[in-house]
């Protein structure tokens, strides 16, 4: 395999393939099924991936070594940090002809990539292909209806998931253990955790993402049924700022934020995050469901063997809302058919069961339900994806519009004011009504 390494690190690909033969040969059967699959897979001609320099790309890259050594078939990738994947994709999909066979698109970009025509549909490529149920939908991720203009149930098939991350409540299970606590599923429960275990400095009650402030806030907003914005019933879009929840979101949002966290509270990012709960200085956190396999690893960790996870809570148990945050690869519309059926090929063996369960114990993140659920008694992973099998009914997707952006900027901008007191809970929540109403009536909506 010929790697073109963006901060790519050997040293992880190397723990990612040692854990990948560990797993098999614990697991003969699994061995010999991946192995029987590759044997139905043809002979194609050398294809060439777009893919993002990321937490999981070890265990994807560990992937794409199976699938050489098993099926004889040759993949390069163009490993790219994430800033520089729009552009790179943009540029491949619009050339005379793609350099890329198939590329890899973050839930963010869908929209753009979706609806602009520049993509080859999977039923043109293999009118005889079908999405497994098992696959997760994340929200009908993989189609897009193009009379409405987002993703629905009845949309052309543009992209097949390859990466389901979304978001997981991680927590401190040797304290909670101690202290006689539940894993919380409410906010109200979590607030009452971070009291209880909060001793700064020596440990943290709770912290939340705010650097910036978006994807992990949008669990809160949906769980307040106040999305940013819905498509409502009569065609017409709402803004979630509008409404009183909004508000309410807003405040909780910075109350568990700032209360029980470190004094640097407005500048914490996801590797801040991380390190303080991997360094146990943190009782609880929510955040990204790819983190997970950093907290077993010794080199960063002091608590791996002591972390539990579960669904993220919500305003009810019933209303908890995790928001998803996967990848889809899809195959440029520029592309011979013979290309694109190379890619393609590719993709429908990594999306099969078995090699869903390898996926997993090489450390990237899977999309198959029942991936999740035999893994969930694992030894060593299965702390974690029992909390994936156990989120699919509660997940939200991604604000996918081709105004998300500038939604974002809105949200992040705001949020950030109110984070350092520099304007009101309740100056940030009309100006965010106010900004997101003008995106979505200047790009032609009809706001209800």
Sequence with gaps: MNKKIGNYSRRDFLKAMGA????????????????????????????????NDSP??????????????????EVNLDVTPFPGMLDKTRNATQASESEYDAVAITEQNIPFFYSSGLLKPILDIDADYALNDNIISYGDAARWDSDLGVNGPNGTILGIPINGNIQLYYYRRDLFEQAGIEPPKTFDEMEAIAEQLGNPPRMFGNANRANPIWWEFGAYVDSYDAEYVRLEDDGSWSVGFERPEGLEAVQRWLKLGRTWAPQNYADLGQGDLLALMASGRLAQVHMVGAAAPNYDNPEISIVGGNMGATVVPGVTAEARSPRTGMWVMSHPGNLPTERAAAGLEFVKWLTTKDNQLAYA???????????????ATDEVVGWWTSAFAESTPFLHPETRLPETPLIRDSVSTRLAQAYVDEISAEEAVALMAGEIRTVMEDAGYTVS
């Design 20 to 51: 990948l033969s560990a797993g098999l040969a614990a697991n003969p059967l699994l061995n010999n099924g991946i192995r029987a699959l590759a044997q139905d897979v043809m002979s194609q001609p050398p294809i060439t991936v777009l893919i």
């Design 56 to 73: 999981w790309f070890p265990g994807f890259a560990a992937m794409v070594e199976l699938y050489t050594e098993t099926t004889g078939n």
């Design 361 to 375: 114990k090489a450390g990237a993140i899977p999309v198959r339900q029942d991936t999740y659920e035999e893994l």
